[in-house]
């Protein structure tokens, strides 16, 4: 299923729709995605996989995990994780990746530098910040991306 790039939300990150299957569950769904080149992991939010990917696409930890989010200055609780399929624009992704279960989080999935170095996700900003190229290794198109600026500018 090809993603839908979405213009940039107001704190200038850039936004998909990313298809995630679960080999445990036996389903696939859509989720709202966040590029966020400045996190580690990739983080799914639990309400939303419990619901879409079923409760057997989640291996729960014994007990809750506290997290330290990039901030370094609060924490976000991790519940467990969960190895899923990725599609990006027609681009599957046939290795399963780790995703660590979010108790809330703001965003349905964060897809960290962990995932995007995996998949070789590159992206291109053009002069004045409107327009964004995406392209995945594995796949020989891109994706352009409109942008629009942030609050302020």
């Known amino acids: 299923m090809p993603a839908s790039w979405r213009d940039w939300d107001s704190d200038m990150q850039a936004t998909a729709d990313v298809e995630l299957c679960s080999q445990f569950s036996r389903k696939c769904a859509t989720f709202s995605a966040l590029l966020d080149s400045g996190a ?15 409760k057997n696409a989640i ?27 990725l599609a990006i624009d027609d681009c599957r992704t046939d290795i399963p990746r780790q995703f660590l279960v979010i108790e809330k989080l703001a965003k349905e999935v964060s897809i960290g530098v962990d995932l995007m170095e995996a998949i070789g996700v590159e992206l291109t900003f053009r002069t004045g910040g409107r327009e964004t190229m995406l392209r995945v290794k594995e796949c020989p198109k891109a994706t352009t991306v409109h942008t629009v600026l942030g609050r302020g500018q």
Do not use: H, M, W
Not at 40 to 54: F, P, Y
Not at 63 to 78: C, D, F, H, M, Y
């Open 40 to 54: 580690d992991v990739s983080l799914l939010n639990r309400d939303a996989a419990g619901r879409r990917l079923g």
């Open 59 to 85: 291996v729960y930890f014994p007990e809750p995990l506290k997290v330290r989010a990039a901030n370094g200055q609060k924490s976000i609780t991790a519940v467990g994780v969960a190895s899923l399929q």
